[in-house]
């Protein structure tokens, strides 16, 4: 039987919503019951964090404990899952460095993900785009550069797998890119140095794929206001689900709605991924699109549905952040777990390369 070992992690940038937990979070609670899977590993990724951070540490710090939370909330459990801060692990840095040898900056460019972010930021990737900002337009209107650290991420992310020789990594659809690129460094670096220390890395996504934002836009984004947090109380996801988009066309209750554009409605769009009842839902689309009934019955049926998921995981976040130094002391425990781990690879790797001097 082919053993796993399962790593992966969250920025801690705030906290996480139902995108995460159908990307992501519902696949690390599993594999916690798999008998192949051999360990398991949850990181905290400051580091990578302060990438496009590097001017707020204070929220990325305040994030730590929040992200730890949501993970304990929704299952993961701290006796088969080391939970660590990626910043107290310097191995990582150490790693990422002898990794950066490997990957050339155009091959980071054409990153897709990277690619996004860049975009999204509005930074200039041109290549006479010098400094990065400081907040500010500089330059007579030119956008500011790419933060080298942040063009580097996926080398770090790189060096958060393969340190922990991790195999597994549950991550969401738009991780894809990193983990195709931490293969090409493994593979770089065991045809490099003539070893066969770090293993191939296969990535686990949610079934569901991406869950779209209530506002219809594509993503579920905090940016874009349109999110639904594993912590929000029940009458915040009731409010939430009452805004959600619909179909535009449907204004009164008997008006009838094309397949097309009932496709385009959020709310049956998470009934289907959050509503077990299959045959109910597809009878309720019936009857809405016939115009039968119309949006306050999906929305009833959905804010049900969710609160159903939402309970138990609000109410494990509330036990644990009740002994905040109960949490403060599964995170210690768990960053002196990868820490061994990392100083046990650390060595391997400069064995390999020949720079173990002493
Ligand atoms: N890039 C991931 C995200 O934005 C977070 C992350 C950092 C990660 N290091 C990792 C995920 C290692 C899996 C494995 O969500």
Redesign the pocket.
Known sequence: MKEYRV?????PTGRLHLGHYVGSLQNRVALQNRADVVSRMY?V?DV?ALTDNYDNPAKVRENVMQVVLDNLAVGIDPTKTAIFI?SMIPEIAELTVLFLNLVTVNRLLENPTVKTEIAEKGWNAGKLARAFDLGEVIDGGERPGVPTGFLCYPVS?AA??LFGLANL?P??AD?RP?IEQTNEIASAFNRIYKTDLFPHVDILVGETGRLIGTDGNAKMSKSLSNTIYLSDDADTVAQRVRGMYTCPSKISVSDTVSDLELAGNTVFQYLDIFDTDTELITGMKQQYQNGEIGDSVGKTRLTEALNTLLDPIRSRRAEYAQDMDGVREIVELGTNYARGVASDTMSRVRRAMGIDYF
Request: glycine share 12%; net charge negative; hydrophobic share 40%.
């Open positions: 790593l992966t992690g969250d920025r990181m990724a990578q990626q992310q958060d797998i990594i991550v969401g991780q990193m």
